[in-house]
């Protein structure tokens, strides 16, 4: 996806809120919302925008033990920019957490996100009870409706052998790609042309090395994109900050393009790659199904059925033609059936024998 958002429409802004009054014994105190993504991270407000950043709201809640909770929520217009401002605000020494779709935590502060929903709760003390009461919290949230709660399916193309824990990054504009530190510049990825960045780190036998996923929207514009990295590669261009320069490894798999970089002998940077497959996703539209047209068992209950009603049909027939010509031979004896005149006996000699005299 291209980066870059116009600012939330109308319709967006009223949108149902992003937070609940209650959850879990916890009561709403306070709250402030906003479309400004300043407001979320004055900092990185314009990487918020890249991710497509419509909307925010921060509620403080009490408990009547006078425990203290901040949650702040940030709405995004589908759940990849959620996804990926995840990935963004992800530090690499959280733990993983089964909230939301995906949660990671660190001490007091705890991090997840549940469609289109980016969650940060930071909590005055922690308790046995506030994993459930955050699970509570997430089954609240607002879904997105439609393919807007479609996730991305480039981080799924991340090989898992010797992947770094967390530091798997989804990147939707040349800001977040800054940030991220990739080794290629955005202007050779050209996010107009509809690119979205998967990269993640490696542990090699030199040390780490990053992976670099660019998607397309189509395999020609992967070919002439990767014509241009390779260009990179001959003239030798690299990151102002050296942390990962070329030479470069790469290859193009339908319409992604995979980049080796960093510390990586030319053996495991070809096997990191040969992990990397396009996939065609294939969507079969016609309905799949047991319904009573297209289920055989369906079909053979019916021609059991077919076959008793024919046989019932030929058992009435035959004991109504029976019967018939019972009562006609009762009532006009010789008459109808069995007349003398249509009765012929046909006799056959066969014994041989000579007629005696």
Request: glycine content about 8%; proline content about 7%; overall charge positive.
């Amino acid at each position: 996806m291209a980066g870059g958002f116009l600012p939330p429409s109308p319709a967006e802004a009223s949108q149902a809120p992003l937070l609940p009054r209650e959850f879990g014994g916890w009561q709403e105190s306070s709250t402030k919302t906003s479309t400004d993504p300043a407001a979320a991270d004055p900092v990185n407000a314009n990487i918020l925008r890249e991710y497509g950043f419509t909307d925010f709201a921060q509620t403080s809640y009490r408990r009547p033990d006078q425990r203290q909770l901040v949650v702040r929520a940030a709405r995004f217009a589908d759940a990849s920019g959620a996804y990926g401002a995840f990935t963004f605000y992800k530090l690499p020494q959280m733990l993983n957490e089964k909230f939301g779709d995906q949660g990671a935590s660190l001490n007091d502060r705890v991090l997840f996100y549940r469609g289109n929903v980016l969650v940060e709760a930071k909590f005055d003390r922690m308790t046995a009870m506030s994993a459930a009461e955050l699970r509570e919290l997430s089954d609240t949230l607002p879904l997105p409706q439609g393919a807007a709660r479609n996730l991305p399916t480039l981080p799924q193309y991340l090989p898992k052998q010797n992947y770094v824990r967390n530091s798997a990054k989804y990147v939707m504009g040349p800001l977040g790609l800054a940030a991220a530190g990739t080794p290629v510049p955005a202007e050779l990825i050209d996010f107009g042309r509809g690119a979205e960045v998967a990269e993640g780190k490696y542990s090699t036998s030199r040390g780490n090395a990053t992976l670099m996923l660019v998607a397309y929207p189509t395999p020609q514009i992967a070919a002439e994109r990767l014509r241009a990295f390779e260009a990179l590669n001959q003239a030798s261009l690299g990151p102002a900050d050296g942390s990962l320069s070329p030479p470069l490894t790469m290859k193009r798999s339908g319409p992604l393009i995979a980049l080796v970089a960093g510390q990586i002998s030319p053996a495991e940077a070809k096997a990191l790659l040969a992990a990397v497959n396009y996939d065609a996703d294939v969507t079969w539209n016609q309905n799949t199904q047991l319904d009573k047209k297209n289920n055989v068992a369906n079909l053979l209950v019916n021609i059991i059925f077919l076959i008793a009603i024919i046989l019932g049909f030929a058992l009435v027939i035959g004991v109504a033609f029976g019967g018939l010509r019972l009562v006609v031979k009762h009532f006009f004896p010789g008459r109808v059936f069995d007349r003398a005149e249509d009765m012929e006996i046909i006799q056959l000699r066969l014994g041989g024998g000579k007629e005696k005299r």
